[in-house]
């Protein structure tokens, strides 16, 4: 015999109790435990049965499973208040997950973002669902890392052409418009907002610049709507040397397009991969594994201070959101860094033997080093390392030596020139 339900996750609107069917009136009249944050349960509180109990879950989330269970185990249904449909980042998925879905029952109403589509007239499966309603993020940084309120969102809209985002009280369109514009994005954007939808004074914001939206006061709630208008033209990766920011008068202190290719190869990349880039010169390589890794991210370090000025200015360029650029030496800093799928070193310092000992250490299991020397010392004092370091980490290595040339016009000829030849050392921790 099944288990009968005894939670039901109650989607409604501002508009309350009059936009509620009679379904879910009913349910609520009936229930014996009404949940829900306080806003919502001024909604319908004038309409409840005397003998109802109510629970205010503000900064409770956490107690509400154990609420509903004691309801049960008292012999009451129990309604918990939603806000259009729970399910659509709602709550429900997570009482579903704490209480079992055979003591679920959920009731949607639309959800805010469904409206918003509604009254904008945008076909809503274009787009990519996602939230910022979270608690206060602050102000979007160049280089801030994924516990970042806004990072998620923020990553969507790298991602997706057109996202749709439910936003809260502190992360609203005006914060989410300074963020855009600080991760390097411009009149490539357009904000859509609708605030206190299904309310009388509803009002809808359509199609405004990120500077109009940034220095603007929407009413809450509100959601928004993120759509670029013209199509990122860049590839993924495979960028030309000129594409970046370089030293001068020192031009060319950069990982070549081709060494570059072949490192990203060797680094085995996953969409959701930690990367570290040690030594990061102009930015070329993590900056490209960046966008390889749209749901991971890039930790990047570099000791030269114009060095690292040209790469935070690529990332800029880039719209790489999902890398964050420290200045300094390593090891100093790494500490602090998630342990890494994927490293890739393109200086070391000086520290190249201890580097390899911490790398190896904090490498996650199947994880790869790749680092790239132009010097023969450099090259022994890494495969001296890396011998040394394979009884104990279980790591296996190898060498790849890579000898590009390049075609150069001669008269109304052409003729090859060649780069300087690289050593490309790869190691993989079993």
Request: hydrophobic share 45%; glycine share 8%; proline share 6%.
């Amino acid at each position: 015999m099944s288990k009968q339900p005894y939670c039901t996750v109650l989607g409604i609107l501002d508009d309350g109790w009059a936009g509620l069917p009679d379904s879910s009136r009913h349910c609520l009249q009936s229930a014996g435990l009404i949940v829900g944050a306080g806003r919502t349960l001024a909604l319908v509180q004038a309409h409840l049965p005397a003998g109802a109990s109510l629970k205010d879950m503000d900064g409770k989330l956490g107690q509400v499973p154990g609420w509903i269970q004691q309801a049960a185990a008292d012999g009451l249904r129990t309604v918990v208040l939603a806000t259009g449909d729970p399910l659509c980042h709602g709550m429900a998925s997570y009482l579903v997950g704490k209480l079992g879905a055979e003591s679920v029952t959920v009731l949607p109403a639309p959800s805010t973002l469904q409206l918003a589509f509604a009254r904008f007239q945008r076909p809503w499966q274009d787009y990519r669902i996602s939230t910022c309603h979270t608690a206060d993020a602050g102000e979007w940084q160049f280089g801030t890392t994924p516990d970042n309120g806004l990072y998620k969102l923020i990553r969507a809209i790298a991602e997706y052409p057109k996202v749709a985002a439910f936003t809260g009280p502190d992360n609203n369109p005006a914060r989410l418009a300074r963020a855009l514009l600080a991760a390097g994005y411009g009149e490539e954007i357009r904000l859509s907002v609708a605030a206190k939808l299904a309310l009388p004074d509803e009002q809808l914001f359509p199609d405004l610049s990120l500077e109009q939206a940034a220095a603007m006061s929407f009413p809450d709630p509100n959601v928004v709507l993120v759509e670029r208008q013209v199509a990122d033209p860049r590839a993924i990766f495979g960028f030309d040397d000129l594409d970046f920011v370089q030293r001068q008068p020192e031009k060319g202190l950069i990982t070549k397009l081709e060494a570059r290719a072949l490192s990203l190869a060797k680094l085995g990349l996953k969409p959701d991969s930690v990367v570290w880039d040690i030594g990061a010169g102009s930015g070329s390589v993590g900056l490209e594994a960046s966008r390889l890794c749209r749901h991971g991210h890039v930790y990047a370090i570099e000791k030269n201070e114009g060095d690292a000025a040209n790469a935070k200015e690529n990332a800029l360029r880039f719209q790489a959101t999902n890398y964050t650029l420290r200045h300094g030496k390593a090891p100093e800093g790494l500490e602090t860094w998630p342990d890494p799928d994927a490293v890739f070193v393109g200086g070391s310092g000086g520290e190249l033997a201890a580097l390899i000992e911490l790398i190896l250490t904090r490498l996650k299991p199947n994880g790869r080093l790749v680092m790239n020397f132009v010097t023969l010392e450099n090259l022994a004092t890494a495969t001296t390392a890396l011998a040394a370091a394979v009884e104990k980490f279980g790591a296996n290595w190898d060498v790849t030596q890579l000898q590009a040339s390049r075609s150069q016009p001669i008269l109304d000829m052409h003729r090859m020139a060649a780069q300087n030849p690289i050593w490309i050392v790869s190691a993989k921790k079993s």
